[in-house]
């Protein structure tokens, strides 16, 4: 069946640095995929999304990329705060069963 | 222009009893989805509903559980004769369309005694 799943549980990294939260996901049908942050206490917030016909999109500070060949999406935090700290979820967005979720990251930052 | 609306945000029920969790999309918004989180995992989806029709209800169990979005009103998710099982946070999202990013609430955390 379908599933959405991440490489690391958990991910510490000092203020200031860069980080990448990894997904990999099983359908290569899927054309749509959305990260989300999600703290302690409430609802996922919407991030960032890339279709695939895309390999590349950046917001403000966050990038994800898409390989469609390997079936990996990754998320790029710039300069990162103590606001990044949050569990971050890849999803990805059948419209036929509502979105799929990976298990989620947890990421810390470190004064 | 207001976000997603759920209420309550906690609720307590004892075994057996009737839970009901409501759910106003954002205005705008005419699909709703509602998702099952348990404790350090991801969301489930359950149920994805357009107004008074329920499009798809895969991820629901078939037994106890019902939703609806009427025509008026929010989006009401029911649990009858509720279990420990059932205990979880239950979000709600909504979209403008099936193909454009769903928004959440905050969610209702359900215990059951």
């Known amino acids: 069946g379908e599933s959405v799943g991440l490489h690391l549980p958990t991910l510490s990294v000092q203020e200031g640095d860069n980080s990448i939260i990894n997904c990999a996901y099983s359908?290569?049908?899927?054309?749509?995929f959305i990260w989300y942050k999600q703290e302690s206490g409430k609802g996922p917030q919407f991030i960032i999304d890339?279709?695939?016909?895309?390999d590349k999109r950046q917001g403000q500070r966050v990038t994800v990329l898409l390989n469609k060949t390997v079936k990996h999406l990754s998320l790029q935090i710039a300069a990162t705060q103590p606001g990044d700290s949050a569990v971050y979820f890849c999803a990805e967005n059948t419209s036929r069963v509502g979105l799929v979720f990976g298990q989620g990251t947890r990421l810390t930052i470190n004064p | 222009n207001a976000g997603v609306m759920q209420n309550p945000r906690h609720l307590v029920r004892r075994r057996g009893q009737e839970a009901r969790l409501r759910c106003s999309p954002m205005?705008?918004?005419?699909?709703v989805y509602w998702y099952r989180q348990l404790p350090e995992e991801g969301l489930k989806f359950m149920v994805y509903l357009q107004k008074e029709n329920i499009i798809d209800e895969s991820g629901m169990p078939k037994e106890r559980f019902s939703a609806e979005f009427p025509k008026e009103g929010p989006s009401i998710l029911r649990i009858q004769q509720v279990v420990r099982g059932d205990s979880a946070a239950y979000f709600c999202?909504?979209?403008?369309?099936?193909?454009?990013?769903?928004?959440f609430g905050d969610g209702t955390r359900l215990s059951i005694l």
């Open positions: 359908n290569s049908a899927s054309d749509y």
């Open positions: 205005k705008g918004h005419s699909h």
């Open positions: 999202a909504s979209s403008p369309d099936s193909s454009r990013p769903q928004h």
């Open positions: 890339i279709r695939s016909n895309m």
